[in-house]
Nanobody, 122 residues
Framework: VQLQASGGGLVQAGGSLSLSCAAS????????LGWFRQAPGKEREFVAV???????TLYADSVKGRFIISRDNDKAVTLQMNSLKPEDTAVYYC?????????????????WGQGTQVTVSS
């Protein structure tokens, strides 16, 4: 499975950005797709995930009410990030599990995109 992430960039605090992730290369009809992020000197942490059915989502407490992960089609999602804060600055990674996993554990995800930088200035 290949994951192609796009979006990101530089924005002032309080602004918005969107990230997109598209999956390809596997014969599954739909994919659970999630986002993680890693700030300098910190562990990679869960941000949000959208289940393959599109009917379930999970969010980290730090982004609830500000970020929305939505399904564009069976193999792509968009992460809309609103009310951004400087602490949201990180490299954001799209991820997908190999099997039916749907959760917040980084270890449950097998496939990773290349990462895209999000920088929020104060």
């Amino acid at each position: 499975v290949q994951l192609q992430a796009s979006g990101g960039g530089l924005v002032q605090a309080g602004g918005s950005l969107s990230l997109s992730c598209a999956a390809s290369g596997r014969t599954a009809s739909s994919y659970t797709l999630g986002w993680f992020r890693q700030a300098p000197g910190k562990e990679r942490e869960f941000v949000a995930v959208n289940k393959w059915s599109g009917l379930s989502t999970l969010y980290a407490d730090s982004v609830k009410g500000r970020f929305i992960i939505s399904r564009d089609n069976d193999k792509a999602v968009t992460l809309q990030m609103n009310s951004l804060k400087p602490e949201d600055t990180a490299v954001y990674y799209c991820a997908a599990p190999k099997g039916p996993y749907f959760g917040v554990d980084r270890g449950g995800y097998t496939y990773w995109g290349q990462g895209t930088q999000v920088t929020v200035s104060s």
